[in-house]
Nanobody, 129 residues
Framework: QVQLVESGGGSVQAGGSLRLSCVVSGNRDYAKCMGWFRQAPGKGREAVAIIYTYTGDTSNSDSVKGRFTISQDNAKNTVYLLMNDLRPEDTGMYYC??????????????????????WGQGTHVTVSS
């Protein structure tokens, strides 16, 4: 099993920044791929950014490219999502997720949400204009 504990959500005005944190525990072999997903009110859950933790390779959704950065601190077993230039449309619940994967799976699966088996409880982000 993998346990994910998220923090860092809050309220910010448009143009501001937040950094979300996800602390990973349990079987790390099942958390080689990590990701951040979000869900706005009345909408489905969408991928934001993912990271292959063995190499540090990342991929971002088109909606956040150039604004959000996913990163990791191996010593702290933590994955971060730095969100800059926040916009009202970024408002929603942000979820940390994990799954077992390898390099081939990383390349082929990309941002596919259904492949992520473990999820955090979510942390809410509100961006006001």
């Amino acid at each position: 099993q993998v346990q994910l504990v998220e923090s860092g959500g809050g309220s910010v005005q448009a143009g501001g920044s937040l950094r979300l944190s996800c602390v990973v525990s349990g079987n790390r072999d099942y958390a080689k791929c990590m990701g951040w997903f979000r869900q706005a009110p009345g909408k489905g859950r969408e991928a934001v950014a993912i990271i292959y933790t063995y190499t540090g390779d990342t991929s971002n959704s088109d909606s956040v490219k150039g604004r959000f950065t996913i990163s990791q601190d191996n010593a702290k077993n933590t994955v971060y999502l730095l969100m800059n230039d926040l916009r009202p449309e970024d408002t929603g619940m942000y979820y940390c997720a994990a799954r077992p994967c390898n390099r081939v799976m990383w390349v082929l699966d990309g941002l596919s949400r259904q492949e992520y088996a473990y999820w955090g409880q979510g942390t809410h982000v509100t961006v006001s204009s």
